[in-house]
């Protein structure tokens, strides 16, 4: 697999035509921002001819816009003036810690601990489910422009989450039985060998009796579907789901589909055709993000191909705020209209996919619609999953806010004192 980065990625947008002056902003925003692309993503879903519009392009491809203006303006400076590697660097990292690289507290409030130590690389923010960060897969076959994970992908090894021994896990699992989902992430797991990924699961089948699920967040499908087919150990890792599914466990892969193009080639369809057949499931799910997907037909469209591959609509989730947010980020009213819109497009087979939703700190928060209460327009809101389990489900309400694109920026209905929040105790 070819990929192309840092200075190819420059030569390739300028062997496919793009002019001088883009190939200048895309060193600039690249000097902070991470970006990289395999030949998969640029011969096969980028349409070039499109560029740089394209929505797949808008997807992968930096744009100057996702730099704050000053920032952009420091870097190209710098670049401009052939400026040491060291001076790039330092800028470059100010730069970055400054665009929020951990949204939610999540370092602070979701690490948790064992035997009195962190387990850097584990989150617990919900009590049903642990995220696992493999030391091994903290890297993607390209990356979206939009990722909320993006941090894991400069070089700040401080900002890096990643956990080593799969011992760790297992451990920890040991004294936390209320766990049911084990969540592998990154970056993506699938980037792992087979054999590595062997490493991880087998201790789950063999130690922990309560973990049943097994979920693997990756955008392979969409980035690079021979993994499950043509791949060296395509096989073996089709294989391993089929152990993991004979043992009872329920295996799910949480694939990240932002755009119908992705499931329009022949490859991805093959791929989630041979997942499927070994028991396992493949759920969908994606932010809606400015210049790539903030259009009803093209989540109508995406949910119905996915409903006919077999695929099950989960979520649409608002871009979190950080990295290049204010490039890709919407208006939360923009959100719900988005969503009702294409909602109506497709059956009801298609509507298990909930939206708008907000990873916020305190949970994952849903945007049901708008009403009026004591003469106020307000935002109707729940949460589906949260720190404190006795939020789950019960409405509440937020003023309506036409600018705001977070949780964070939303304030209490005039009769109201807060929104829940959460400043508690880690697992």
Known sequence: MKHYANERLAQLARDRGMPDEYVRDLRVV????????????????????????????????????????????????????????????????AAQLDLNPHPGGQLEANVPTLDGRRLDGLQHKYAETVLVFPSQG????????????????????????????????????????????????????????????RRWVE????????????????????????????????????????????????????????????????????????????????????????????????????????????????????????GASSYFGLPLARALDIYREAVRGVSGLARTARGPVMSAAPGKVMLHGTTEVAGERAFVLSFLQARRPEWVGRPFFAAYDEHAQWYDELKPVSFGTTLPSYAGDQW
């Open 138 to 197: 903290q890297t993607c076959h390209s990356y979206c422009g939009y990722c909320f994970r993006w941090a894991q992908f400069v070089s700040q090894d401080e900002l890096r989450q990643a956990l080593r021994d799969p011992a760790d896990l297992t451990g920890y699992l040991a004294h936390h039985p209320e766990v049911t989902d084990v969540l592998f992430t990154g970056g993506d797991p699938m980037i792992m060998r087979t054999e590595v990924v």
């Open 30 to 93: 690249s000097s902070v921002l991470p970006f990289k692309v395999n030949e998969y993503v640029a011969d096969e879903l980028i349409d070039w001819s499109a560029a740089p519009d394209d929505p797949i392009f808008r997807l992968t491809f930096p744009h100057r816009d996702m730099l704050p203006a000053p920032v952009f303006d420091r870097m190209a400076a710098l670049l401009d003036a052939g400026a040491p590697r060291a001076e790039l660097r330092a800028a470059a990292t």
């Open 203 to 322: 201790p789950l089948l063999e130690r922990t009796d309560t973990a049943r699920t097994l979920r693997f967040g990756t955008k392979a499908l969409s980035y690079w579907p021979a993994r499950f087919t043509t791949g060296p150990d395509a096989d073996d890792l089709l294989r391993l789901f089929e152990e993991c599914v004979a043992r009872g466990r329920h295996v799910a892969l949480m694939a990240h589909f932002s755009h119908p193009r992705e499931l329009e080639t022949d490859a991805v369809r093959e791929a989630i055709a041979r997942i499927r057949a070994t028991g396992a499931e493949v759920r969908a799910q994606a932010p809606l993000v400015a210049h790539v997907n903030d259009d009803p037909a093209a989540w109508s469209r995406m949910w119905q191909l996915q409903v006919e591959l077999g695929v099950i609509p989960y979520y649409m989730f608002v871009e979190r705020d950080t």
